[in-house]
């Protein structure tokens, strides 16, 4: 209550109206799976294209799980592209990884050429496990090295540097070509000369360190040396990623070892850098990591092009070829700025094992480092889940599997999965794999989707909850949570692993399974929209997803009320907040009913709640809703009519 403490005009601002409850979002979804590359842990990543997804997570090229001799399909990213394709919007997903964690690794430098002696050089590796071992899909890093111009002016008596920053990198020449290499430039306070100045000094890998002062701009050269690395993913689909403007120095702000470091400083960067740069500690010299990393072995391509670039008479050997001995070069810096050399490809990853239920299910590592669906279970937008893939097992982990995603929704509360009937199964099979389960937070699909894999170019059948999870957000963004999702077009699909008839569906409707068919002149549909609950009240998939909408969002519209004095002016202003929130359903004929008096109903007072409810603090509100079910039977009754009849 405020304060009148003087005597004055006092304006205040009040609310006249009853607080409103906003409809929360339905079409996100959380898809859980092995994948080719990414996080195997920590927050879920939120992906809105497929394209976002494979510069995370990789592309669609096939898994190869060491616990199995053939390759796989990669069933997760085959999933997020359906479920974009079919109008999808938002999917977090949360890759799993079964095993112990492999990573693509490659080394540089020779323990022979590296001081301290020892030591096995600069360690590159992937940031994540996985990338397969086999040639054609290993990750590549190519690096290309650039010089600037000459950064050395001023006078004889005053050299000056232009443009050049702590820690970089340098190339320095005279004229004569005694003095020449790489250097990394420090800048100081200069207290043996008067009167005292900053000016700089430069380190080479090994030996005597040259003062700015001892330049003379006229005849000597000094040209500031960066660095690109350019990873490159192969595989069907290849694609790179590039970085520029990097140095060598590990002091330096834009230096690989920070860059490229292991623990980054946010989780953006964390996803969007796929490499680890990792010199010894010993190595703590610019000029040095710089000599270890561009005196590498030349591929013969990288030799020959060299040679072409440099051309001269007789032929450069090949350890003349060197990038140490072409930095300096005016030729190179007329004709190519940048040099390219290949480090080669990163070795020995691996996709692990085929994932089992406990990786499904997840482990809390930390309280910020969860797996599988356990870190799934702190994003609350998640409202449609999915495992594409884990039915393709031929083993008793498919069952396991899917009531782990049936648990995970009964306690999420607002959630619903989507389940995969197992590929090859016909009638009898589904319906004995079906008998199985039950529960009012699934819904259940068969038969596989056949799509063209751009992969191999063959036709190869798909799990439908890709698919599905696309063809829900669409409903909801076209028509609303309270349409049933079916009698839609499936897209991407050619065809489905069984084609079925109306007879034939006949016997799998009323058991809840959900069937895609194909109609001559309309093309491949989802053709159902049933819960797998034996409860009648629960059988359709939007009468559960449309309770999961009210009950959420009128979850987070009322939060206000906590701690609120627990009387009559607020039952009132909750009641009238709660009807608002549903008469707007009702005008938009989301509920049944000719009046508001028949679509609901919203109680909350004494009639709801008793004196032990007072004393423990429990406001109860009483809401009744009558909620629209799909016309899943259209009948036409037709009969003759005698004309003139009355």
Known sequence: MPEYLAPGVYVEEVSFRSKSIEGVSTSTAGFVGPALFGPTSGPPVLVTSFAEFERIYGSLDQLKFEDQGAKSHNYLAHGVRAFFENNGQRVYIARIYEGPEQYATARIGDPTVVSPPGSSGIELSARYPGGNTEPDLRIEVIFGVKVSKNVLAGSDDDPALRGVKQYDLVWIQDNAGAREGVYWAERYFNTSVSP????????????????????????DVVKIVSVGVQVHFPGAFPRSVVFQNLTFHPEHPDSMSKFFAKELQNRSMELNVPLVFDPLKQLTNGAEIARIMLSQPRSAAELKRLRKLLGGSPPMTDNELTILATLGSDKLAETDRMLVMSLGSLQSGSEGQRPRPDSYEGRELTAKLKTGLKALEDVSDISIIAAPGYSAQNDANKIAISGLLISHCERMRYRIAVLDSVDGQGLNEVREYRAQLDSKYAAFYYPWVRIM??????????????????????????????????????QLAIGFEVLLNKAQQDVLNPEGINCF?????????????????????????????????????????????????????????????????????????????????????????????????????????????????????????IGQWVAGQS
């Open 453 to 490: 894999d751009p992969v191999t170019d063959e036709e190869i059948n798909l799990p439908p909850s890709g698919f599905v999870c696309g063809l829900y957000a669409d409903n909801d963004v076209l028509y609303g949570v309270h349409k049933a999702p079916a009698n839609m077009v499936v």
């Open 517 to 637: 068919r194909f109609f001559e002149g309309r093309g491949y549909r989802l053709w159902g929209a049933r819960t797998i609950s034996s409860d009648p009240e629960w059988k359709y998939v939007n009468l559960r997803r449309y309770f999961a909408y009210l009950e959420r969002s009128i979850d987070v519209g009322t939060q206000w009320v906590v701690f609120e004095n627990n009387s009559e002016p607020l039952w009132g202003n909750v009641q009238r907040t709660v009807e608002d929130f549903l008469f707007n359903e009702w005008k938009s004929n989301h509920l049944m009913g000719a009046k508001p008096e028949q679509a609901y109903f919203v109680r909350c007072d004494r009639s709801t709640m008793t004196q032990n409810d007072f004393d423990n603090g429990r406001l109860i509100c009483l809401v009744g809703v009558s909620p629209v079910r799909p016309a899943e039977f259209v009948i036409f009754r």
């Open 196 to 219: 005292n100045q900053w000016t700089w000094k430069f380190h080479p890998a090994s030996g005597s360190d040259i003062e700015l002062s001892s330049l003379d701009p006229d005849v």
